[in-house]
């Protein structure tokens, strides 16, 4: 029987990728469509909903540091 405190690979999330399938990289490697760097969009399904949040916070600041 698996542990069930082992966190699986693409296992259901509160939080939710927040990718609109508009898919283009900037020079530092950060989506125009999500604002996400390449590293947190590549890491997204290995790592907990807390470390999304992180991810979700920093894009959101890269969003309005571009306006």
Request: contains cysteine; hydrophobic residues 35%; charged residues 25%.
């Amino acid at each position: 029987m698996p542990d069930k405190n082992a966190f699986l690979i693409g296992a259901p999330s509160a939080v939710n990728s927040p990718c609109i399938n508009i898919c283009c990289l900037n020079e530092q490697d950060v989506c125009l469509g999500c604002w996400r760097s390449l590293d947190e969009i590549k890491n997204w399904r290995q790592v907990d909903d807390a470390t999304r949040q992180d991810f979700l916070s920093n894009a959101k600041q890269r969003r309005q540091a571009a306006k």
